[in-house]
Every structure is written in C-alpha cells, then in structure tokens.
C-alpha cells in the first residue's frame, strides 16, 4: 500500500545550519508529495507540493525535488532560523483520497 | 487558519455525550475529520464530499459525522473513552480524489479532547 517514511524522528541544529530531512514513498504511479509544517497548539499548515518527477517544490526557503527514481523528496533548507522549530511531515495524496502523512520530524533550532 | 474554525478548542469529558464543530469559509467541496493522537501524525477518520460521506476509515461507532452542508461538519461523540483523548482536526480540500494529483488539504486548529 502506498506509505510515506521519514528517517529523522527528531533534528537539532544551531541558526543558519543547513536543514536535510529525508523522505521517501512507496506508491504507484506519480502521486503527490507534500511537505507540511505544525506548531505546537496548532494544525499541519500546507508547506509546498510537487506532482511529477523532476519537480521542486519550494516555500519560506524550504525546498524539495520529487524524485522518482528515488523515490525521494527531501526537505532542504539553506539556513535555518529559531522561528523554524517545529514538527514537520511529509505526505502522499492517494488514489483513494486519503492524505498519508509521514511519521513526522522534530526540528529544534538553537540560537 | 481562520478559514476553518472549530469549535469548541478544549473539552474535558467524562463519559458524557458532545459534539465538535467545524466551519470552512474557503468554498471547498471536501471535508474531513482527523484524529492526532499524542507525538503522532494526523490519521483519516471520515471524508465528506458534497454532503455525502465518501470515506469511514475504522472508527468506533461512538464517532457519528454530520454534514449538515458543504461548509459544515460536525463530530458527534458518545460515551467517550480515555483512548479518544487526542486533538480532533477538521480539514478541507477543493474536491475529493484530487489529493493525488497536488489538490490541497487545509487544516483547521483543532479541538483538543482530555477524556477523564
């Protein structure tokens, strides 16, 4: 069935590290990926999406590529701020209407 | 989000009846009840489209969905038990069976439910 994993469970970095969080999909096809982030006491809020291989999706300087033959799409950040603390999931859209979310990653930034 | 507002954000039950509510105001067509449980992702409970229920993923029968219009759903919970402590996410998306193509999923902000 189709899946979404995510490696990191929980990443700490200091300001303007570089971010990597890894995410992979199992899944028929080309499906949708998404990238949403949640605050503490609030809902995911919709990042970016990409639909077809090759495609990058980007927002607030986070970014990521869909990679089929990898089936990879990696959230990347340049440079990273306290602001950006919080817990972030990759997803997949399905076929059958159902959004599948990743495991999640906490992301904790120093100043 | 004040796009999709819920109602009421915190509620602490005992085993007596309530019901969640949920209001969008960005003219979509789909929407949906999610169950995130402590240091977990958000899980599918039900999806509305058009006013009809199109997906029930297992859900004790003590949750009953309502979609009184296309704007509107409501979560009706009986009985509840200490395992239905968790925040209760309405969302939306333009249409139903578009989420594979990139069609958008927008969350509200939630109400948290403390069973005691």
């Known amino acids: ?111 | 989000n004040t796009k999709i507002t819920q109602s009421p954000r915190y509620l602490i039950l005992g085993r007596a009846n309530k019901s969640l509510e949920c209001e969008q105001h960005l003219g979509h067509n789909a929407m949906y009840w999610y169950k995130q449980s402590a240091e977990k992702p958000p899980e599918l409970m039900f999806l509305y489209n058009l006013k009809q229920l199109i997906r029930n993923e297992t859900v004790p029968s003590r949750f009953i969905p309502e979609c009184p219009d296309s704007s509107k759903l409501l979560l009706h919970i009986s009985a509840v038990d200490p395992e239905d402590s968790a925040v209760y996410f309405c969302a939306s998306s333009q249409e139903e069976g578009a989420l594979y193509s990139g069609n958008t999923l927008y969350f509200g902000e939630g109400s948290r439910l403390i069973v005691v």
């Open chain 1, 1 to 111: 069935g189709d899946s979404v994993t995510q490696t990191e469970g929980q990443v700490a970095l200091s300001e303007e590290d570089f971010l990597t969080i890894h995410c992979n999909y199992s899944a028929s096809g080309y499906p949708a990926l998404f990238w949403y982030v949640q605050y503490p006491g609030e809902g995911p809020q919709f990042l970016f999406r990409a639909s077809r291989d090759k495609e990058k999706g980007s927002s607030r300087g986070f970014e990521a590529t869909y990679d089929k033959g990898t089936t990879s799409f990696h959230l990347r950040k340049a440079s990273v701020q306290e602001s950006d603390s919080a817990v972030y999931y990759c997803a997949l859209g399905s076929n059958y209407n159902v959004l599948y979310f990743g495991s999640g990653t906490k992301l904790t930034v120093e100043p």
